[in-house]
């Protein structure tokens, strides 16, 4: 028999759902691990995506939550002096190095994230990490540094600057050829934080970048009404999420 493909087993899987109750169809999707949950579960039916919705908004939540508390664990915190830092190098741990470099990037201490980056192994593969620090921090010739000694950016470079309000560090980074990447989160970031001349300026781009029912459940979960009140085209297209 030739290999079941995607489009195939999705098809059989949205029958064998429909041959259930939705009653009972939701009562197992309940169960389900929180990523499946999120992924998965939304893409079957409207229905099906509308009773999950309270669910895969707390995951969601959650997860930022964990997500923003790690960040700040990792890098908020003071920055390491570098003398004190080259003194301790020896006897760091790689996640520990990691850590204090990600740590000067985000306070935009330009010597120590300089001297750090140098001297930590080829193999480090923490680049995108400095890059998030940097944005997140506001610090742009911190992010400038970073790159130019050869550290990557990811989706969440853009999505770190949006949550922190930092427009000249977003448009310098989609400024660049090619521009990093971003996301619907990144508009999310935005708006759960209140950054209102941020989510307008990510819009007013061409091509836009790209939001959708997140960004309206961000903002109200920040308690951010003037996001959701402001003249957004198209928002109010998007205040009608399930």
């Known amino acids: 028999m030739p290999p079941t493909t995607r489009g195939a087993a999705r098809a059989r899987i949205a029958a064998a759902a429909a041959a259930l109750p939705h009653d009972v169809l939701a009562r197992i999707f309940s169960f389900l691990p929180p990523g499946d949950t999120v992924l998965m579960v939304p893409r079957l039916s409207k229905a099906l995506a509308a009773e999950a919705a309270p669910r895969v908004v707390k995951l969601r939540t959650e997860s930022t939550a964990l997500r923003d508390k790690a960040r700040s664990e990792v890098y908020a915190s003071f920055p390491v002096p570098l003398w ?35 001297a930590l192994p080829q193999r480090d593969d923490a680049g995108a990490l400095y890059c998030e ?21 990811r989706k969440t470079t853009c999505e770190a600057a949006a949550a922190g309000g930092h427009l000249a560090v977003l448009q310098w980074t989609r400024a660049q050829e090619p521009p990093c990447p971003w996301d619907k989160w990144t508009c999310s970031a935005a708006a759960r934080h209140g950054h209102l001349a941020v989510l307008q300026w990510l819009r007013a781009q061409q091509p836009p970048c790209p939001w959708d029912e997140w960004t309206c459940r961000d903002a109200a979960e920040g308690g951010h009404l003037a996001v959701l009140h402001k003249p957004l085209q198209p928002m109010q297209m998007l205040l009608a999420f399930p």
């Open 84 to 118: 004190a830092l080259q003194e301790a190098w020896p006897r760091l741990t790689q996640e520990q190095q990691t850590n204090a470099a990600a740590r000067a990037a985000f306070h935009g201490d330009l010597a120590t994230l300089r001297w750090a980056l140098r």
């Open 133 to 153: 620090a940097a944005a997140a921090g506001g610090q742009l010739e911190a992010l400038q540094c970073a790159r130019a000694l050869g550290c990557e950016w």
